[in-house]
């Protein structure tokens, strides 16, 4: 089972998360995970009962295998929850379910820290508004 999991881990950072490969094979994933911004399914941070409510898959592959892999259930820093990823999180949860907004994902919104102005101001509704803004904060403390 460990080589399973860690064959697995393999599969999908060296082949699927790349962007360099173009296989054709990656067309049915990438249908499959459309609504969920594809590759950035996994780099999400949910458990197994969270990621398969959202995903709404019975492949077992995205519903045990790698949510045992890549989920982290416990913080252990400020620093470590700032860089967590802010999508498709099971410890970031709104009318408790996780959360995937793909418009502010694709305007680069990705990890909690992404919400604040420095490390101890969140951004105001008008800097979230305003994603040339929101870089050029972002870019001034980080």
């Known amino acids: 089972m460990a080589f399973n999991k860690a064959l697995t881990s393999t599969w999908v950072v060296k082949k699927y998360i790349d962007s360099e490969n173009h296989g054709k094979w990656k067309y049915l994933l990438d249908w499959q995970l459309q609504h969920y911004d594809g590759p950035a399914v996994f780099r999400a941070n949910l458990n197994k009962k969270d ?14 295998i790698w949510s045992e892999i890549s989920c982290e259930a416990n913080v252990n820093s400020t620093d470590h929850f700032l ?13 408790n379910r996780p959360v995937y907004y793909k418009s502010w994902s694709g305007k680069g919104i990705q990890k909690v820290t992404d919400l604040f102005k420095d490390p101890n101001t969140f951004l105001s509704s008008l ?16």
């Open 127 to 142: 800097e979230l508004k305003e994603v040339k803004e929101l870089y050029n904060v972002k870019s001034s403390w980080n």
């Open 83 to 95: 860089s967590l990823p802010l999508w498709q999180n099971s410890l970031i949860r709104i009318d």
């Open 51 to 64: 990621l398969s409510k959202f995903i709404n898959s019975t492949d077992a592959f995205t519903t045990q």
